[in-house]
C-alpha cells in the first residue's frame, strides 16, 4: 500500500480516507517515524480491510504499536453496531485475553537488590513456564467450566489472592456472557492444567522499579512512587484461548459466506454479531477470556508466595495489583458516537482500553485520575504505566497502545545474538534473567524489539494517554 | 515416507516474518509435500535430535479445499503435540484427495531428558498460506502464528 494514501488530520494521526468497499475511513496513530514503519509492514493494509467489515462505527482505528496481525493489525482496533455489525476472531486474536498484570512491593529497590537473584530463582521455581507448558492447578470438567464462567472471581474464590484484586482488574476479572457450552473438546481438554502457566514466547515475568514519575498526581492515586519495587506479569489464555480462536475460524469463514459478507481476507472471517455463529463464538471467546483472568490471578498468587518466602511475612504477604489489562479481546462497551451512547462491540487485539478520569468502569481508587494503562517494553530497556483520557474516548473508543511491537524477525534474532551472551550483557546492566530456554532469550533480546518510547510517544503527541511513571526492570524471567 | 531430518534438507526453507514462522517446502508430489510441511512444522517446534518413532497414530483430516485441509492436517498435529506431550519423527501420508488425508504418524511422548522444544506455535494460519505446482514440482508455504 502506498505512503501516500494516509494524509495527516492532526498531530500523530493519519487518515485514509473511505474509498471502495470500505465503510468508514482507517485512522492510523504514529509519529512520522512510526508510520513509515508501519507502510513497510501491511498493518495500514489490514486497517482498511477492517473498514469494509459490515456494521463498524466511526473508524478502522491502529494504534502506534501497529504492525502485521492474523486478519486485524497487531493495534487494531474497531466497534461494530450490535445489531448491524460483525464480530471477528481475527479481531481479537489467538491468545485471547492476552494481557498485564501490574503489582507493588512495599518496597524500595534498595531495599531488595540484595535477594533479587533469590527471588528471580524462586518465581521461576514457582511459576510453570515454557512451551507446551502444563503443570498448573489441575482442573476436572466442572471445575473448568466454573473458571471459563467466573473468571479472577473463581480464582479468589479457590483461596488464589483477594477481593481487592477483583477491583483492580478489567470487567472485574470477568466478562458475564461466556458460554462454556460453546467451547469445543480440544480448548476443553488443553485447558485442563495450564491454570497458573507463564507459556513462553513474548510472555514473562518482570520485576522493576519506578524510575521516573511524570505525573504525581497519577502516581500517588495508582500508589506508585519514586524507587518502588513493582511486579508485571503478561500472559493470556495459553492453549485453551488458542484453540476457542482456531476452532471458530472455520465457522466463521462459512458464516460470511452464509450472511452474504464479502471479505477482502480469508482471515477476516466474521459473523454478525446477532447470529447463532456470533453468538457462538462471542460465548467462547469471553469463556476464553475469563480463562486468561483466572490465570493471571493464580500467577499473582504465586508471585505472593514467592514474596513471602523471600521477604517474610509484613513485606512479601503485602503485594498489592495496581491494575490488569486486556490486549485481545472483544466486549460490549457504551460509547458516545454522534453524540448519542451506544452500546458497541469493540475489538481490542494489541491494544489496550484507556478509559479517562470519571468513568464508571474505572475502579473508585482511581476514578479521579483514569484508568491506569500498562505498556510493557523490552526485558533491558523499560515499560510505562499511561493512564485514560478524555481524547481516547473520544477517538478511539478508549483505546491506546499495547507495547512495543517486535522490530526483528525470531531468526533475525538468533542471527544477531549468536556468539553472545544475552545474559551476561543484561546482568552487566543490572537486569537479573532466567529463561527455560536458551532459544527464547536470544529471540526476545531488547534489540529484538522497538523502542517502547517511541510507542508511547507517539500516544501522547496523539493525546490518547499520558505517561505516569517509567519503569526499569531489574530482575525478569522468560517461558 | 518423511523421516524428521537431522539437519536442515534443502527442500525447507524459513521466510523471515518480523512476528511468526512462515516455512516453505518443496517436493515431487503433493502428498510428499504435506509430508515435508509436516516436518518442517516440526523442526520449527522441536530440535529433531533424540526423537525416535516408538509409537504410530493414523490421522485423518477433511478440508473443504486444499488449503484448509493443510491448515487442519498441521493444526491436527499441533493439537497432539501440544495436548498428548508428543514429538514426530516420521510422517507418511497414505491418501490424498485434496479434501481428504489419511496418514500415519510415528513418534514418542516428549521426554525433558532427551528432547529439546523450542517454540510453540499457537496456530497455523491462512497467511501467506500457498500450494502450487510449479516447474521445479510442488510448493508449499504456510505461517504459524507463534
Known sequence: MERNL??????????????????????????????????????????????TLPGIVGASLAMPDMHWGYGFPI???????????????????????????????????????????????????????????????????RELREVLTDGARWAVRKGYGTKEDLECIEERGRLPDANPDFVGPRAMARGRDQIGTLGSGNHFLEVAYVDEVFDPVAAAAFGLAQGQITIMIHCGSRGF?????????????????????????????????????????????QAAVNYAFANRQVIAHAVRKTFLDVFGGGKGSALRTVYEVAHNIAKFENHL??????????????????????????????????QPVLVPGDMGTSSYVLVGTDKAMRETFGSTCHGAGRAMSRHAALRKAEGRDIVAELAAQDILLRARSPRSVGEEMPEAYKDVSTVVDACVQSGIARPVVRLRPVACMKG | MTR???????????????????????????DVLFERLAAGWMLVVAS???????????????????????????????????????????????????????????GEAIDPTRHEILAEVKAVTYHHLRLAQEADGWRGRVLFDM
Open chain 1, 6 to 51: 494516509a494524509q495527516p488530520i492532526a498531530a500523530g494521526v493519519w487518515e485514509i480516507p473511505a474509498c471502495g468497499a470500505m465503510r468508514v475511513p482507517a485512522r492510523l496513530y504514529a509519529t512520522e517515524e512510526l508510520i513509515d514503519r508501519a507502510f513497510a509492514d501491511n498493518a495500514p493494509e489490514q486497517a482498511v480491510n477492517v473498514a
Open chain 2, 48 to 106: 529433531p535430535h533424540g526423537i525416535e518413532p516408538r509409537e504410530a497414530w493414523a490421522v485423518e483430516v477433511e478440508g473443504s479445499d486444499p488449503e484448509e485441509l493443510l491448515v487442519n492436517w498441521l493444526g491436527e498435529l499441533n493439537f497432539r503435540h501440544q495436548c498428548f506431550h508428543l514429538v514426530f519423527a516420521e510422517f507418511s501420508v497414505l491418501e490424498y484427495d485434496g479434501s481428504v488425508l489419511r496418514a500415519e504418524i510415528r
Open chain 1, 337 to 370: 458516537v454522534d453524540g448519542e451512547e451506544k452500546r458497541l462491540c469493540v475489538h481490542r487485539k494489541g491494544a489496550t482500553r484507556a478509559f479517562p478520569a470519571g468513568h464508571p468502569d474505572v475502579p473508585k481508587a482511581y476514578r479521579e485520575v483514569g
Open chain 1, 75 to 141: 493495534g487494531g482496533v474497531a466497534a461494530f453496531d450490535p445489531d448491524q455489525g460483525i464480530v471477528s476472531p481475527g479481531g481479537v486474536g489467538y491468545d485471547i485475553n492476552c494481557g498485564v498484570r501490574l503489582m507493588t512491593a512495599p518496597m524500595q529497590l534498595a531495599d531488595a537488590s540484595s535477594r533479587l537473584r533469590k527471588l528471580i530463582n524462586g518465581l521461576y521455581d514457582n511459576v510453570p513456564s515454557g512451551v507446551g507448558t502444563g503443570g498448573g492447578v489441575y482442573l476436572d470438567e
Open chain 2, 4 to 30: 524428521l531430518p537431522i539437519t536442515e534438507p534443502e527442500w525447507l526453507s524459513h521466510v523471515d516474518h518480523t512476528a511468526d514462522e512462515c516455512i516453505e517446502v518443496v517436493a515431487p508430489s503433493p
Open chain 1, 241 to 285: 484461548g488458542h484453540q476457542v480462536c482456531d476452532d471458530s475460524l472455520p465457522l466463521m469463514s462459512k458464516a460470511a459466506a452464509k450472511y452474504g459478507i464479502e471479505l477482502p481476507d480469508r482471515q477476516l472471517g466474521c459473523a454478525p454479531i446477532s447470529s447463532p455463529e456470533g453468538q457462538r463464538y462471542l460465548g467462547a471467546m
